[in-house]
């Protein structure tokens, strides 16, 4: 171990040679980009699609969302960041990434609280999602609320996959033809809480997406991403953005369906609004879905470099603002924390900030690393610095530690506080590099994978940001093991 990113120049030129050797026998993938699992992409950025749930009370979407993430189908995060009452997973099925939503977590506060929640389930899936599951009980047969939905979803271009829940027993497969009554050409059968012919229904699900498409973006353009929770101030940001003294170079479609994506430049950068059309026009869904509203917002982030995540500073921090800001942490985005309405925050004295500073950290503990910014959107308090915090995010998240360098460090950081054992065991760990930026990745060789323990890397990486910054930016690290040996 002391021998690793020590002053001998020949130890550290046999170390890189040993690193490379392994590289081209492809023992390690090329450090160009990997996914949030550690796994290597071919440098290549595709939209993914969305899959919604939708179906009446008590068909079964929750158990169909569950026994996936149960099963494990080639889940690629669970998202640890997201709290409590997760309505959506990203999953992968025969090479096809997507999100799927799960409509059943969604309360509704409406007088005839049955029938307008699926009604406005459907609205959203039509609205939102690129294929729909339409869930139905393969043991009742076809109800009115099951027709309800049905014709709501036959007004949609967007493919519909019925599937008919509970078919679990031979005699029961006959059912399943009585569905096809509801118009749509893809029926199938499953048993959710069995795992019965999911294979099947994921096959139809995937089938049905669109032509995948490639985002080719600008390398000196910053994709910035306005996200947070209905009535926020997101609209209100964005024009102030775009009203103060800046050249807006056009307003064209963007890559994701009815999104305009708007160019503008400051400060001599390339800046790109995503889906400004999606928060400028008023929703047409209900107040009450406002959980539901986080779609959208799914869509920016994937597709954004940096998001800007407004938390309405009267309200406070809630539950959907976790939600949100979960997912564009664990999604490895840039981010800046813009607490919005600072103008209009109550009983405000000279220590308000550092209280609602102090209140962040807390509630949303995984943003430590985020810059909080108190603005006020309609009246344009300091939102002259957020082109100026992005772009020194973007920068941030951009940074190319040396291989050396980051050796130092870590004989550094073992001398003051040496790898934990397990049992009896010793861990030790052998080398680190930088395999990505956006977000930073780094991989460390270990003796064993399975004596790290994540608080020893949140020690690893605070002492990475004392020295680098990294500010603004989430650091993934990719565990891999070498005998001590190599």
């Known amino acids: 171990m002391e021998e690793v990113g020590g002053s001998s120049l020949s130890v550290s030129t046999i170390i890189l040679k040993i690193f490379f050797v392994n590289l081209m026998k492809n ?37 169909l969302f569950n026994q996936i993430a149960k099963k494990k189908i080639s889940i690629v995060d669970d998202m640890p960041g997201v709290t409590r009452d997760r309505i959506y997973m990203d999953a992968n099925w025969l090479n096809n990434d997507f999100t799927l939503i799960d409509t059943g977590g969604i309360e509704f506060e409406t007088e005839d609280k049955i029938l307008n929640g699926i009604k406005i389930q459907a609205e ?31 007004r949609t271009t967007k493919p519909v996959i019925v599937a008919a829940n509970k078919i679990d027993t031979l005699e029961l497969e006959m059912n399943v033809y009585e569905f096809y009554s509801l118009g749509f050409e893809n029926v ?9 012919n999911l294979g099947d229904l994921l096959d139809a699900v995937v089938e049905s ?34 009203g103060e003294e800046r050249v ?23 800046f790109t609004l995503i889906d400004t059309a999606g928060m400028r026009r008023k929703s047409k869904i209900e107040d ?18 940096v998001v800007l995540m407004l938390i309405d500073a009267p309200a406070g921090i809630t539950e959907q603002d976790k939600k949100i800001a979960g997912y564009a942490h664990d999604s490895g985005k840039g981010c800046v924390i813009v607490v919005n ?62 291989t050396s360098a980051l050796n130092e460090l870590l004989q550094d950081a073992i001398a003051v506080n040496p ?18 930026i956006c977000p930073p990745r780094f991989i460390l060789f270990v003796n064993n994978p399975e004596l790290v323990h994540f608080s020893y890397l949140r020690f690893i990486e605070n002492r990475l940001r004392e020295s680098y910054g990294f500010e603004g930016t989430p650091l993934k690290f990719v565990i891999r093991k070498r005998a001590e040996e190599e």
């Not at 807006?248 to 390339?270: E, L, M």
């Open 248 to 270: 807006i170079v056009s307003d064209i479609p963007g890559t994701t369906r009815d999104a305009i994506d708007t160019h503008f430049f400051s400060d001599g950068t390339k």
């Open 27 to 63: 023992k390690f993938p090329a450090v160009d980009s990997w996914d949030r699992a550690g796994n290597f992409l071919e440098g290549r950025f595709f939209l993914k699609n969305i899959v919604a749930i939708v179906g009446r009370p008590n068909v079964g979407k929750s158990t």
């Open 124 to 154: 959203i899936a039509i609205e939102e999602a690129d294929a729909i599951i339409f869930l139905v009980d393969g043991r009742t047969g076809i109800t009115p609320a099951d027709e309800e939905i049905a014709e709501i979803l036959r």
């Open 341 to 402: 309405k600072w103008d209009i925050f109550p009983d405000k004295h000279d220590r308000s900030t550092n209280r609602f500073t102090d209140e962040l950290r807390k509630e949303i503990g995984f943003l430590q690393y985020a810059p909080v910014l108190y603005a006020s959107a309609l009246t344009g308090q300091r939102v002259n610095r957020v082109t100026e915090l992005v772009k020194f995010v973007a920068e941030q998240q951009s940074m190319r530690i040396q």
């Open 209 to 242: 997406f669109p032509k995948v498409v490639e985002e080719v973006s600008d390398e000196d353009e910053i994709k910035i991403a306005v996200i947070g929770r209905p009535n926020v101030g997101k609209s209100s940001l964005v024009n102030k953005l775009l």
């Open 288 to 305: 009450a879905v406002e959980r539901y509203s986080i779609i959208r917002s799914l869509r920016a982030i994937d597709r954004a470099d």
């Open 188 to 196: 199938v059968g499953i048993s959710a809480s069995n795992a019965l």
């Open 419 to 436: 790898p934990p054992s397990k049992k009896g065991k010793q861990l030790k760990i052998l080398f680190m590099t930088q395999a990505d």
